[in-house]
């Protein structure tokens, strides 16, 4: 839903509960006074703002800190103590939330959003975070020695600022989890399930919000291969003063029927002393690089660009995080060797993300654009176009694209190789050397390694984005390296934004290896249904209501005539479980791009524009986000099992997501069907009730 703001333009607006929430803007938002679709031969960037001051600060003049390595903590550490099913223990709300008493806990009550197999994969680490506004991090733990993270002195207190040089962040404009910089990150390994505990401590107000995003949250651990209640639903966001239980068991995919009895040498987990235990599952499935971020209904785009996001590495047999260890099942890929396993000395996580700032250096966003929002500076780890300091051999790098709508193409700026060892954190069945690497849709990530050795000490290597955007609806197109440094373009995040400083010899040799091939893609089999999307703007409003949103982006299913506006309350496919299906996901205009995410499965590339051909080696393994490009398509070949619940589709072009081109689908448990359908959650400080859905698609069962 949508009203006029005080400056005349449409503000959003949301149902919270049984309220209707304004979120009206004081601060006017420029434009170049075109139509949303209207054509621009020239870089509007930021989004409909001012380029933001850089204070005298100049590119490559501070140290990109490395993530912030959350603890692992014992679960007797987590009071109340968690539980299968949601805690309903009361507690007072806000008078800002309306008053009364609600549970302690946002997620959802009862059987069916208790924690599938929450006996069968009981936590053995605890995680809790809670989420709140920017200030200092007195505890920063980069997990590496302060030279191998560019002389960081961990023990020195870390601003929440993009540089030193610029303004200490506003606790209103900047959220992130512990409320600190750098970036989370979560460690974990098969087989180890984690109980993470999310606090919400942001305001109670809901107009507090630093001119954009919302207090009302839900954490998406993207893509983790859990029930439903643990994937972060759109619908089942948790209020200030609660928290919520995701319970992530790690497993690998097909656990209830391949490899049932743990007996596959590669279906395994590092143990702490060099060695390895089983576990069950397809070792086809086994995944390395995840991240999780806020999915809040309608406000998924402010609530990441405020710092809603963390990475999460998960370590296996085949991937463990130790170099040297060589058993004949570990990959040995960059990494270290001073641990069993989880060893980050050679393998960094890097989130790319383009930010804006207001005439005051603060955080800033505009709320008004459908198309996508874009920021004219590059950030790394929350850092402005950082250096990073690296010895002569071989990295592992993680990237992820965390930006709100921003596409990046990566390319070193002498044009060296790099090699592509993963693909929305899968490792790929063989290895791709590239010089540039493909076009990077938000919340892709790229496994590569680059090589140092190559390289003398004092030298100094860039890395380069040579996509040029001229608005947030996709790139306009692909510079080449020697256009990009020379500055031939609009766009100012294009050009260098990362900095690498060959600052020594490794004091131990180079042990780590990157073979030619990795992990092959599972086996899919036969197909039982076929379904396609077709995701267009022109987007219609068929229902209404608090699960309703609105926005010219949609998706039309099966063949249908309208393209449907998001509701979080009808069902759009229901796929059978231990199915498996091929879906056709087509962009239907030339003048934008969507990355589609589905969650919950990885799927396979079988065509990509009706034929195989067409899909290139680095798309070959599994992934998670599927970018259509201009009136193109991709055909995805995926199986459903092991969980169940109410999972989604959606662009995480995430301006168009929250504009509302996101469906819901769901995998039913025993005892549900189209029938008897999935209830969806309405959320309320008070407590969440549950309404049945308000559609069904023809088509969805």
């Not at 031969?41 to 100049?58: D, E, K, L, N, W």
């Not at 060893?343 to 505009?366: E, F, H, P, S």
């Not at 989604?648 to 005892?671: F, S």
């Amino acid at each position: 839903m949508h009203s006029r703001g005080t400056n005349g333009r449409t503000a959003k607006v949301r149902p919270i509960g049984s309220k209707l929430i304004s979120l009206v803007i004081g601060a006017t938002a420029v434009t170049s006074g075109l139509g949303a679709f209207a054509p621009r031969a020239y870089a509007v960037i930021p989004t409909g703002g001012s380029p933001s001051p850089m204070f005298g600060v100049q590119k490559f003049t501070q140290p990109m800190p490395r993530f912030d390595v959350l603890s692992r903590n014992p679960v007797a550490s987590l009071s109340p103590a968690p539980a299968e099913q949601s805690n309903q223990t009361q507690l007072a709300c806000d008078p800002a939330l309306g008053g009364g008493f609600g549970p302690i806990e946002g997620r959802p009550p009862g059987a069916l959003w208790a924690h599938q197999g929450f006996a069968d994969f009981a936590p053995q680490v605890a995680v809790e975070v809670s989420m709140e506004g920017a200030k200092t991090n007195a505890s920063y733990n980069p997990g590496v020695p302060q030279q191998l993270n560019s002389g960081i002195d961990p023990t020195v207190p870390f601003l929440p600022r993009f540089h030193p040089g610029l303004p200490v962040q506003d606790p209103l404009k900047l959220w992130t989890f512990n409320g600190t910089i750098p970036p989370k990150l979560v460690i974990g390994r098969y087989g180890e399930a984690i109980l993470f505990r999310e606090h919400n401590n942001l305001p109670f107000d809901v107009t507090q919000n630093g001119g954009f995003g919302i207090h009302t949250i839900t954490t998406h651990e993207h893509n983790g291969h859990h029930g439903a209640e643990n994937d972060g639903f759109t619908g089942a966001f948790f209020f200030p003063g609660q928290f919520y239980d995701y319970h992530w068991p790690i497993v690998l995919a097909g656990f209830r029927s391949v490899n049932t009895t743990a007996a596959d040498p590669k279906a395994a987990a590092p143990d702490d002393l060099g060695g390895s235990y089983l576990v069950a599952g397809d070792w086809h499935e086994t995944m390395s690089t995840h991240w999780f971020h806020d999915h809040m209904f309608s406000f998924t785009s402010p609530n990441l660009y405020k710092g809603m996001a963390g990475m999460f590495n998960i370590y296996s047999a085949l991937d463990r995080g130790n170099e040297a260890i060589n058993d004949g099942v570990n990959l040995r890929l960059p990494s270290g060797s001073a641990k069993s396993w989880a060893n980050l000395d050679y393998d960094v996580n890097l989130m790319l993300a383009d930010k804006a700032w207001d005439a005051n250096g603060q955080l800033w966003y505009n709320i008004f654009n459908t198309d996508g929002f874009l920021g004219d500076r590059v950030t790394v780890n929350l850092a402005d176009n950082p250096y990073f300091e690296v010895e002569r051999r071989k990295y592992r790098f993680r990237i992820l694209n965390g930006a709100a709508s921003r596409f990046f193409k990566i390319a070193l700026s002498d044009h060296s190789p790099m090699i592509q060892i993963a693909n929305d954190g899968n490792l790929l069945p063989t290895t791709v050397t590239l010089t540039e690497l493909d076009e990077m849709g938000i919340a892709e990530r790229y496994d590569i390694v680059i090589d140092f050795s190559r390289y003398q000490v004092n030298d100094k290597v860039w890395m380069v984005n040579l996509a040029e955007h001229l608005d947030g609806r996709k790139p306009n197109r692909d510079l080449s390296l020697a256009a990009a440094l020379a500055g031939q373009t609009t766009d100012p995040a294009v050009g260098t934004f990362l900095e690498f400083r060959v600052v020594r010899d490794p004091p131990t040799p180079d042990v780590s290896v990157v073979p030619l091939h990795l992990i092959p893609n599972p086996v899919i089999g036969g197909v039982s249904r076929r379904r396609n999307f077709v995701f267009d703007t022109g987007a219609v409003a068929t229902t209404t209501g608090s699960t309703a949103g609105a926005g010219p982006w949609g998706i039309a299913t099966d063949g249908a005539a309208n393209t449907l506006d998001a509701d979080y309350g009808r069902i759009s496919a229901a796929p059978v479980a231990a199915g498996r299906e091929l879906w056709t996901l087509t962009n239907k205009g030339g003048g934008w791009d969507h990355p589609i995410h589905i969650h919950f499965e990885e799927g396979q590339i079988q065509l990509r524009n009706g034929t195989s051909t067409n899909v290139p080696a680095w798309e070959k393994g599994r992934k998670d986000v599927y970018r259509l490009r201009p009136s193109g398509s991709v055909t995805v070949a995926l199986q459903f099992r092991d969980w169940s619940g109410t999972f989604m589709e959606h662009c995480h072009n995430t301006v168009h997501e929250d504009n509302a081109m996101l469906l819901r689908w769901d995998l039913d448990p025993t005892g549900f069907s189209k029938l008897n359908p999935l209830p969806t959650p309405i959320p309320a400080c008070q407590g969440v009730t549950f309404v049945p859905p308000d559609d069904i698609l023809p088509t969805a069962y």
